[in-house]
């Protein structure tokens, strides 16, 4: 797997000399990472509140469509905590070997219970968006209204006694905007896709929030009650919403 968002070690001078692997995954993604960071303005708060070491979960809002939440979470993680996150992705990343192999090399990791679980129990740190696609494909109608949080990452984090960094995502929302929210249930059941407006990000303003940890103390034992781990996903959600809801209003328009 090539780290794409590490800090070469040395200044490049010479392109040419660069392997084409090097050129994709590593010194154009950093590249366009530090466009976007200025395009979108992006702010960031609240970054002392990941740990330092140890498992733990960052679970942001997803919002978007287009994926540029979760590069830019990445990045932002990257270079500021020295700790390669390690995103969860959808499964479509992962159906063909055209997709999956520049996946892997850009260090995403097919959103599976089982796959969390396996990088947590390393240490790692670990993106999981507990809205899913729903919240990633919901319509624009519904910009900033948390859809429900699945219970997966409550699980991972019991059963490897991970701390859970609630974060929050502002500006995606206002970057790419979707008119409505495709369910194929007839074809492919279960799948979900957006149905753009635009494909060119617009220049909204970025922040980004990382919220105090959360430890849960109970035994892995515990993720079997369905209750207790929905309560807690609940829990989550509700302060997330509020949170968001204090800093959509504090900010107003999301382009100025």
């Not at 809002?61 to 996150?85: C, W």
């Not at 089982?114 to 129990?121: M, P, R």
């Not at 970025?206 to 079997?224: M, R």
Request: net charge positive; proline share 6%.
């Amino acid at each position: 797997m090539i780290n794409f968002l590490k800090k070469p070690n040395e200044k490049v001078f010479n392109l040419k000399e660069l392997s084409t692997d090097a050129l994709i995954y590593k010194v154009f993604p950093r590249f366009f990472m530090e466009l976007m960071k200025k395009y979108f303005r992006l702010e960031v708060e609240g970054i002392e509140n990941i740990p330092a070491k140890g498992p733990v979960i960052i679970a942001p809002n997803h919002s978007g469509f287009s994926g540029f939440d979760a590069m830019i979470l990445a990045y932002v993680l990257q270079e500021n905590t020295k700790r390669i996150p390690r995103v969860m992705t959808h499964h479509l990343w992962f159906l063909t070997e055209t997709t999956s192999i520049p996946a892997q090399k850009l260090g995403f990791i097919e959103a599976t219970y089982d796959n969390g679980v396996a990088l947590l129990k390393k240490n790692n740190m670990v993106v999981l968006f507990p809205e899913g696609e729903h919240g990633n494909f919901k319509p624009s109608t519904k910009r900033y209204q948390l859809q429900e949080f699945k219970r997966g990452f409550v699980r991972m984090a019991i059963q490897t006694q991970a701390k859970v960094v609630p974060t929050i995502i502002l500006g995606a929302e206002e970057t790419h905007i979707n008119l409505q929210k495709l369910k194929f249930t007839k074809f492919l059941r279960g799948l979900v896709l957006p149905l753009p407006l635009n494909v060119i990000p617009l220049p909204a303003k970025w922040k980004i929030v990382f919220e105090k940890p959360v430890d849960f103390p109970f035994t892995a034992d515990k993720i079997n009650d369905s209750e207790l781990c929905h309560d807690l996903a609940h829990d989550i959600q509700e302060t997330m919403q509020s949170k968001i809801n204090k800093e959509v209003k504090k900010r107003g328009s999301g382009y100025f």
